[in-house]
Structure formats: C-alpha cells, structure tokens
C-alpha cells in the first residue's frame, strides 16, 4: 500500500522559510518520481517541483519558486523534501507529497499538473506566510 506522510508545514513571515518532509513507505521509492504539489486557497492544485527517479536526482521548477525552492530525496530512507527559502504571499496553499512510477512528466525543463493519472498523493501540510 502506498503511503505518503508529509510534515514540516506550519507558519512563517515573508521572507522566511520552511522545510518540508514527506515519509514514503509501501512502494519501491527509488523507481518513482517524486513532487510536491500545492493547492492555494480556492484554486486548483498545481505542481511545484518534481525529482527523477533511478538516482538522477533531476529537478525541475515551476517559475514561481525557481531559485527559493529545493527539492531533494534520500532513496536510502524514502524521504521527499522540499527548502523553502525567501517564502511570500502567493506561497500560502496545501502542500502535498505525490509519487508516480517512472520518468518525471516535464516539458521544456518544467514540470507539468497533467499526466498525474497514475500519481498517488499524501494528505497534505499547510504552509502559511505572514506578511
């Protein structure tokens, strides 16, 4: 059974920053592509950042937090994070944990909220920034 467990959201000021956790266990880890995606208040959930599988450790950002987000995983302890740095308004939103097997859905170097059909998410952190 495939299970995702975030952690590490919670509050912080503009500027600040936050570092989120997600616990993967029930699937073979190192296989999957890894993401975080984010569902701000009442908009659709979009992609953030997503890493590839099979040890590559490839990134890809959305433009918005290009340069202020780091996405990282330890195949070894089946863990996803995502550093969040220099936070601000727009970042206020659900952040969730997702893994679908195979290569990373990307065009033109940026990862894409469609062909997640197959994706599995967690329950999700909330991240709020204060201004």
């Known amino acids: 059974q495939v299970r995702l467990v975030e952690s590490g959201g919670g509050s912080a000021p503009a500027g600040g920053s936050l570092r989120l956790s997600c616990a993967a266990s029930?699937?073979?880890?190192?296989?999957?592509?890894m993401a975080w995606f984010r569902q701000p208040p009442g908009k659709e959930r979009e992609v953030v950042a997503v890493?590839?599988?099979?040890?590559?450790?490839?990134?890809y950002y959305i433009d918005s937090v290009f340069g202020r987000f780091t996405i990282s995983r330890q195949n070894a302890n089946s863990t996803l994070f995502l550093q969040m740095n220099n936070l601000n308004s727009e970042d206020n939103a659900v952040y969730y944990c997702?893994?679908?097997?195979?290569?990373?859905?990307?065009?033109?170097?940026?990862?894409?909220?469609?062909?997640?059909?197959?994706?599995?998410w967690g329950q999700g952190t909330q991240v709020t920034v204060s201004s």
């Open positions: 029930g699937f073979p880890f190192n296989l999957y592509c």
């Open positions: 890493i590839s599988p099979y040890g590559n450790m490839l990134s």
């Open positions: 997702a893994a679908q097997r195979g290569a990373c859905p990307v065009i033109n170097s940026k990862p894409i909220s469609s062909h997640w059909s197959a994706g599995t």
